[in-house]
């Protein structure tokens, strides 16, 4: 059980979840007026989250 997966698993993991917490970040950014909902700012934010993420996970 020492195995790690499929780092493409890993990345399609982290871009859905990315995503998905993305939209709701910026949907609520929209529902307070701080932000305008676009899926441009949604790509934006996913690119930045699964970038950070991805830095992250993988220093050991």
């Known amino acids: 059980m020492n195995s790690e997966g499929d780092p493409r698993v890993h990345a399609v ?6 995503f998905a917490f ?9 529902f ?4 305008a909902f676009s899926w441009r700012n949604v790509a934006l934010a ?10 992250v996970v993988l220093r050991r």
């Open 46 to 55: 996913t690119a930045f989250l699964f970038l950070v993420t991805w830095v």
């Open 32 to 35: 307070v007026d701080l932000a």
């Open 22 to 30: 993305s939209a709701i970040v910026v949907r609520g950014l929209a």
């Open 13 to 18: 993991m982290n871009l859905v979840l990315s």
